[in-house]
C-alpha cells in the first residue's frame, strides 16, 4: 500500500511539472537578451529630426531641403576609426593567409594540425561526419570550390613567429621579392593582402520575379491556373543560366480553386555576394591628392607608425570600409557564439540621416555639432580640425588629421563629427535624394556595376575634413565621393542597429521589462 501511494505521488509531481498547456504562452526556453553598447560605441536612441538646412542654402545648390525624417535607434562608434584599429584588420588577413601556407607547407603531419581546429564538424561528399585529424585528414582539408580554402577553422591562439627558421621559407613568397624591395628590407607584400567575404543582397531576395510553375499549378486538364501577375514581374538576368527573380510556387489549391499565393526562392545562394578586396589603404593618397605640394613624409609613415596609432585612417575606399565592417562583424559575432550568447547586428557603414541625426547630437536647428552657429568658442579657440582663415591650417591646433578624440564631443558623446577627416556613408549620392527618399529610415542605396557611369558610383560624404572649409562642417552640408577612390581626407566610422524599441533610456531596453518597452513615454 504504501508502494502505491509512494508511486502515486511521484506520478502526481511528474504531473504537475509539465511544461504543456492550453493557453498561449508563445514558445517556451527562449533566452532573455539585454542588449549591450559594443565597445568604443555610444547609443543613439530613435527619434524624429529635421534633416537639410536650418538656415539659408549659401551656395544655392537646393539639394539640401529641409525635412522631417525618424530614424531608429543605433550605436555609432564613439570616434574615426585610427589607424591601429584598421591594422587589426590588416594584420588579421595577414596572419590568416600565413597559417594557411604554415599548414599547408609543413611536412609533419602533427606540427601542421596546430595551425588549425582539426576537432570542427564539416560536411563532405557523404554528409555529415566527424573527422579525426590525421595525414589523410590534411590532405582533404581544402573547399571543393577553393583549393586554398581551409573547412577547418584556424587556430588562432597559436602565435605565429615570422622570423622562425621553420616558418621562414613557406611565407617567404608572402614578402617582395628582391628587385623590388626598397633599401633591402624585408617586408609583406601588401598587394596579396586579399579579404575573402561575402555580403546578402537583401533588396534582390525582397524582389517577386518568375515563377517556377509546380504541379500544383495545373487542373486535371493540364490547363494553367496561375494567374499573370503572378508569373513574371522581373525580366530573366542575361548573365545567369536560370532567369533573375526566379521563384518557388509554394501555394496550394484548395477544392475551391482558391490559391494562397506563397512564394519561395528556387536558390538562395543567387543573394550571397562573394567579393575580394585588397585590404591595404592607399598611402600614396598623400601624394597622389596635392599637387605642387609635398606630402612624402605621411605617405611613408601615417598609416605604420606607431605615432599615428590614434589618427583616424585615410586611403581607404568605401569598399574597404564595407568589407573591415563585415569582417568586424564576424568578429564580434564569433566570440559571442563562443562565449554562449547570441549574435548580434552586423557593423554596418551609417546611412546619410543616421549620420546627421548623430552629428547634431539631438539638438534642433543647429548649425555646428557642437550646437552653436559658430565655429569659434568663447575663448575664440576653433572647434574643429579644418582650413580656417584662408590656409592658416594650424590655427585649430592641427595640421593635417589631428588624434580621433580630439576637441570636445557633441551632445551624445561623438569626436570630430566636424573637421578632421570626411566620412563615408553607405547613401548612394542623388542631388534629389531629399524630394524621393521615404521619411521613415531615410536612405538611397544604388550598387553600381563596373560599367556605369562615373555619377552613378557616388557615395555621400559628410563631416568636413582637415582641407575643408567650414562650410562642409556643418551638419547638413552634403557631398560625394567615388566609391572606388581613395583619399587623404576621407576616413569612416561605423554604426550597428539597435535591437529593441530604442527608448531614451537605455536601462530599460530588453531583458524581462516588457511593460517599459511597449510603455510610450
Avoid at 147 to 157: A, K, M, Q, R, T
Avoid at 174 to 198: A, C, F, N, T, W
Amino acid at each position: 500500500m504504501k508502494k502505491l501511494l509512494l508511486i502515486g505521488f511521484v506520478g502526481l509531481v511528474l504531473a504537475s511539472c509539465s511544461t504543456r498547456t492550453g493557453h498561449l504562452t508563445g514558445a517556451l526556453g527562449r533566452p532573455v537578451f539585454h542588449p549591450e553598447i559594443p565597445l568604443g560605441m555610444v547609443y543613439i536612441p530613435a527619434g524624429s529630426y529635421q534633416m537639410g538646412e536650418n538656415d539659408m542654402d549659401v551656395p544655392f545648390l537646393h539639394q539640401t531641403r529641409a525635412k522631417t525624417v525618424s530614424v531608429q535607434a543605433f550605436y555609432m562608434d564613439q570616434t574615426e576609426i585610427s589607424n591601429n584599429e584598421y591594422r587589426q584588420f590588416v594584420e588579421w588577413v595577414r596572419d590568416s593567409i600565413a597559417r594557411e601556407k604554415i599548414y599547408a607547407g609543413l611536412e609533419d603531419d602533427e606540427d601542421a594540425g596546430r595551425w588549425i581546429n582539426y576537432s570542427d564538424m564539416y560536411f563532405d561528399e557523404g554528409g555529415l561526419e566527424y573527422l579525426e585529424y590525421d595525414a589523410s585528414a590534411r590532405e582533404s582539408n581544402r573547399s571543393p570550390s577553393n583549393p586554398n580554402e581551409s573547412i577547418f577553422s584556424l587556430n588562432w591562439d597559436r602565435k605565429i613567429d615570422y622570423s622562425d627558421p621553420e616558418v621562414v621559407p613557406i611565407l617567404a613568397d608572402m614578402y617582395y621579392i628582391q628587385p623590388e624591395r626598397y633599401y633591402k628590407r624585408r617586408e609583406i607584400d601588401v598587394r596579396k593582402l586579399i579579404y575573402s567575404y561575402y555580403w546578402i543582397d537583401y533588396r534582390e531576395a525582397a524582389k517577386r520575379g518568375r515563377i517556377n510553375i509546380t504541379p500544383n499549378g495545373y487542373d486535371n486538364e493540364g490547363e494553367k491556373l496561375v494567374d499573370e501577375h503572378r508569373e513574371l514581374q522581373t525580366p530573366p538576368h542575361p548573365f545567369t543560366e536560370d532567369p533573375q527573380g526566379q521563384e518557388l510556387d509554394l501555394g496550394y489549391f484548395n477544392k475551391k480553386g482558391q490559391n494562397n499565393a506563397i512564394r519561395g526562392h528556387m536558390n538562395r545562394q543567387r543573394f550571397i555576394i562573394d567579393e575580394k578586396i585588397n585590404v591595404y589603404p592607399d598611402t600614396l593618397c598623400w601624394v597622389r591628392d596635392f599637387t605642387y605640394s609635398f606630402h612624402d613624409p605621411m605617405t611613408n609613415m601615417y598609416f605604420w607608425h606607431p605615432a599615428y596609432d590614434n589618427y583616424p585612417i585615410v586611403g581607404v575606399t568605401w569598399v574597404q570600409a564595407k568589407a573591415f565592417s563585415v569582417w568586424r562583424t564576424q568578429l564580434l559575432n564569433s566570440w559571442l557564439v563562443a562565449m554562449g550568447d547570441m549574435f548580434v547586428n552586423d557593423f554596418r557603414l551609417p546611412t546619410e540621416a543616421e549620420w546627421e541625426r548623430a552629428s547634431r547630437g539631438d539638438l534642433s536647428m543647429s548649425q555646428y555639432p557642437w550646437g552653436g552657429p559658430y565655429i569659434r568658442n568663447e575663448a575664440g579657440c576653433f572647434l574643429g580640425n579644418f582650413k580656417p582663415m584662408r590656409g592658416r591650417y594650424f590655427e585649430d591646433g592641427g595640421f593635417h588629421t589631428v588624434k580621433v578624440f580630439s576637441y570636445n564631443p557633441n551632445g551624445w558623446g561623438l569626436y570630430c563629427m566636424a573637421g578632421n577627416v570626411s566620412e563615408w556613408c553607405e547613401t548612394a549620392y542623388d542631388e534629389s535624394m531629399y524630394d524621393f527618399s521615404h521619411d521613415l529610415n531615410t536612405d538611397y542605396r544604388y550598387d553600381a556595376m563596373d560599367w556605369d557611369p562615373p555619377s552613378m558610383k557616388r557615395k555621400v560624404l559628410r563631416g568636413g575634413s582637415w582641407k575643408d572649409v567650414g562650410y562642409y562642417l556643418m551638419n547638413a552640408t552634403r557631398t560625394f565621393e567615388y566609391q572606388d577612390t581613395a583619399k587623404s581626407y576621407v576616413g569612416y566610422r561605423d554604426v550597428m542597429t539597435h535591437l529593441g524599441r530604442g527608448g531614451r533610456d537605455f536601462t530599460k531596453e530588453g531583458g524581462e521589462e516588457v511593460r517599459s518597452d511597449i510603455q510610450l513615454k
